[in-house]
């Protein structure tokens, strides 16, 4: 070989080497964008055909500019229009099937979901499903409040990544809604150096797809260049993580609304796709092969009605809210609002294709999305044998069991893949065959006692629709020789649900050789995966070896009993080892069963009021004893961070300034800052005393800040903060139901950003236009400038406060009649103070 050719060879391939590991990093200029929507739907609905639990994890933005992207809550309406349909889904084959949901926020850090909602199983009881939903938005709500400044995307997937982690049962579909108004702006390491670490092969993205967490990014407002490639891999000539993905990588879904009137329909649509539903437009016709639509429009309004008139069918009306049932067995379904139609029609076996129409009372524009809503079901008692050339035959059928005509469709392929009990891939093919069945063919070897399997089925209509592949992920029994015992089941042994804290159990049934004596050996369980509140559970079953005489029959019983109460799956594997009889030359059959169960703390209302009124009649000191511990144990500030500064100030009307030249000094001592900013973040000091801890309550100065867990279970705590005797504060952070006269006001227990204003009520009730105060500003954002400050500050009117204590009476009388407090009074160093650091000491509990 030329050798400059070799060097140019080596030179090239040296760069290309460099090229590729900064991927991720670098932005790619001609890099096509993958379908924001098509293929994570199609990865979602293919998931969702053979899953056991559907675990949803809302993470939220909860940055202070939502107060102005969404000031009325809107994304709290999209949850709840979400989570009820959630709480109706179930799996095409009737199988059991379980939702839960959990919901954490960030901003600057991370809130974990055991802190605003842990999970929680929704789709249980259709009596409590409304109520449970209620109590989620609650504490949604409560917990999610706009306080910080900036948004740290690392936070938020790490800190979901980590509320995953005990959500690894096998035949679990995770997602990871993560919605925000912002742009990565916030890291502790730096945004640039944090995107690249996260972006990189091998990063925090790569590692979140390989754990099979699917995201769906909701960006409100501008789209950004960071939130659409770390959903999708690749956007905008940016890649994010290994791209291409690896081949079975669970694909993102990216959705952008431009303000929030488009908030409503975006949530509507990730509705629809969470059910794994694919686009039929607007045109109104449906295929054959279809047997569920959805259909959507924006309102103007709320809407009783709609009039459809199906293909085969009289027309009738269907109810935006609540279900129904038609003419010609369609049912409907509808949960709209004011914004949005969403209305779900289920069509009669047989019927439904054709040309739809649809009509109200205002003009509508109507989207439809369909579904073929069919499983691949094994056919029963198949005996296999573990020998070259075998096959399973499956079913498609559709939710009433009846099977499905192929011939619907224009297309039809089967593909399939098989793994021996030696994590070894087997020769495997798969077709559809006359006239209806998918069989599966593959090559066992002698030994496999249970294989491994995944079938798919790929359906494109005759109008091209390429639908979700119905899929079935399972394991099967094989039949080996007669030299070894026959173990029951060995595909899945299912507990059932552990309740509570009682065990969930099931047998194994052992059937020795009739040739002569065998054996079946249990080794200690192994990947036991259960949720955290439940940590230690594990597989409880007699160790060892069961001896076999030829033709005896013996039952191991399995249990596994919760540590503690909670709701989620549990999963491990039993190693078995079916040992032949002596005189065969087969080798010993290894072979893992897997085992699942389910945590389950049922919603139970009339329990709840029963024990409610239980305890209260047998003690009202329990009850108190009761409330006190949940006060101790739940109603806790986050102080990890914490630092505060306070400045003296003049109120004029509406507006607050900085007071110069004052007879009473600063006690922070460094408040004066640059002229044009009321305060100088760099100068903020820690609060002392608190160590990081989470703390029920601690003072700065002269404020208190109080935390109480509510009497309703449903209820989050409520954090608050308190002025001193005398005197009325005004707070940024101010909630709905705050009084207006100054004397609380509710804190987020995150303490991202909190402003207070405090004056005197003797100042406040006086004739003066210019009146003192003192303002604090308290944060755990080491990001905040002063500017930030300026505009919180800029939007706080103190003649509110003035004109609430003019008609409601002094709250510094009610509080204390003795005190009359003067400015100079207010603004002098309390015993909590400790003057010689320059910062605030706090009085806490923990």
């Not at 929704?122 to 609650?138: F, G, K, L």
């Not at 001896?547 to 009993?561: F, G, P």
């Not at 505060?644 to 004052?662: E, H, L, P």
């Not at 909590?832 to 009085?843: F, V, Y």
């Amino acid at each position: 070989m030329n050798s400059g050719w070799g060097r140019a060879s080596l030179a090239l391939l040296t760069l290309l080497v460099i090229l590729g590991s900064l991927i991720g990093v670098l932005p790619l200029a001609h890099a096509e964008d993958p379908d924001p929507v098509t293929p994570g739907s199609q990865y979602l609905g293919s998931c969702l055909q053979g899953a056991r639990t559907l675990s949803v994890l809302i993470v939220l933005d909860s940055s202070g500019s939502l107060t102005q992207t969404d000031p009325q809550g809107v994304r709290y309406d999209g949850i709840r229009t979400m989570l009820a349909q959630l709480g109706r889904m179930s799996r095409p084959d009737g199988k059991p099937f379980s939702v839960e949901v959990a919901v954490s926020a960030f901003d600057v850090g991370y809130v974990t979901a055991d802190r605003i909602v842990n999970w929680t199983k929704i789709n249980d009881d259709p009596d409590n499903r409304d109520a449970i939903v209620d109590s989620i938005i609650t504490k949604t709500k409560n917990g999610t409040r706009p306080v910080g400044a900036s948004t740290n995307f690392q936070a938020a997937l790490e800190g979901g990544l980590d509320d995953f982690d005990d959500r690894q049962g096998p035949n679990t579909c995770r997602l990871l809604v993560w919605f925000t108004d912002g742009e990565f702006n916030d890291a502790a390491a730096g945004v640039d150096a944090a995107r690249q670490s996260m972006c990189a092969p091998g990063g925090l993205l790569d590692a979140i797809r390989r754990q099979r967490i699917q995201i769906i990014g909701l960006q409100l407002g501008t789209e950004t260049t960071d939130l659409k490639p770390m959903t999708l891999g690749s956007a905008d000539g940016n890649t994010c993580g290994t791209y291409p993905m690896p081949e079975g990588s669970p694909l993102g879904i990216y959705l952008n609304a431009e303000d929030v009137g488009q908030l409503g329909e975006v949530f509507g649509q990730l509705t629809k796709l969470l059910q794994g539903c694919t686009d039929a437009g607007t045109s109104g016709m449906i295929d054959p092969g279809i047997r569920r639509m959805i259909i959507t429009s924006p309102l103007n309004g709320h809407l009783s009605s709609v009039r459809l008139q199906p293909p085969d069918a009289p027309a009738f009306d269907a109810p935006t809210v609540g279900g129904a049932k038609h003419s010609g067995d369609y049912t409907t379904r509808g949960s709209s609002d004011a914004g949005q139609l969403f209305l779900e029609v289920e069509f009669p076996h047989a019927m439904g294709a054709g040309q739809w129409g649809i009509g109200a009372n205002e003009p509508l524009t109507a989207n439809y999305c369909v579904f073929a809503d069919l499983a691949l079901l094994p056919v029963p008692n198949q005996l296999i044998a573990a020998q070259p050339g075998v096959s399973i035959s499956f079913k498609t059928v559709d939710r009433a069991g009846e099977v499905a005509d192929l011939g619907e469709y224009s297309s039809a392929i089967a593909a399939g893949s098989v793994v021996g009990p030696d994590q070894r891939p087997r020769v495997a093919s798969a077709e559809v065959s006359v006239p209806d069945d998918v069989i599966l063919r593959f090559d066992a070897e002698p030994a496999d006692a249970r294989v491994d399997y995944t079938v798919r089925l790929q359906l494109i209509t005759h109008s091209g629709l390429v639908l979700p592949d119905v899929t079935l992920t399972a394991g099967q029994a094989l039949m080996l020789s007669e030299d070894y015992p026959i173990v029951v089941p060995l595909d899945r042994l299912d507990l059932g649900s552990a309740i509570k804290r009682n065990p969930a159990r099931a047998d194994i049934k052992l059937l020795g050789s009739p040739k002569g004596e065998t054996r079946v050996c249990f080794g200690a369980p192994e990947n036991v995966v259960v949720p955290s509140e439940a940590h230690g559970t594990t597989l409880e079953y007699p160790p060892g070896c069961v001896e076999l005489a030829a033709n005896q029959a013996q039952t191991v019983t399995v249990s596994a009993t919760p540590t503690g109460i909670a709701v989620g799956d549990g999963a491990g594997e039993i190693p078995l080892t079916l040992h032949p009889v002596s005189t065969s030359e087969s080798p010993a059959a290894d072979v893992t069963l897997p085992v699942v169960w389910r945590f389950e703390n049922p919603f139970n209302p009339w329990v709840m009021l029963a024990t409610t009124l239980v305890v209260t009649a047998v003690s009202v000191a329990l009850s108190l004893l009761a409330l006190w511990l949940a006060n101790w144990i739940t109603a806790r500030y986050e102080t990890r961070g914490l630092r505060y500064i306070s400045t003296a100030v003049t109120c004029a009307g509406s507006k607050i300034s900085k007071a110069y030249n004052q007879d009473a000094a600063p006690v922070d001592g460094h408040a004066q800052g640059p002229q044009h900013h009321l305060v100088s973040v760099i100068h903020m000091n820690p609060v002392r005393g608190l160590a990081g801890r989470s703390v029920r309550s601690f003072c700065v100065e002269d404020l208190t800040f109080r935390s109480k867990s509510q009497r309703s279970l449903t209820s989050a705590a409520r954090f608050w903060v308190e002025p001193p005797a005398g005197s009325a504060l005004m707070c940024s952070t101010k909630a709905a139901g705050d009084p207006e006269d100054g004397s609380m006001a509710s804190v987020p227990p995150g303490l991202g950003l909190v402003v207070i204003l405090v004056c005197t009520v003797a100042d406040l009730e006086g004739d003066d236009s210019r009146i003192p105060g003192r303002l604090f500003v308290l944060s755990r954002d080491e990001s905040l400038s002063s500017s930030d400050v300026d505009r919180v500050v800029s939007a706080m009117d103190p003649t509110r406060m003035r004109r609430a204590l003019a008609t409601k009476g002094s709250v510094g009388s009610t509080r204390n009649p003795n005190a009359a407090p003067t400015a100079a009074d207010l603004f002098r160093p309390t015993q909590h103070r400790d003057d010689s650091a320059g910062s605030a000491s706090s009085l806490f509990e923990d």
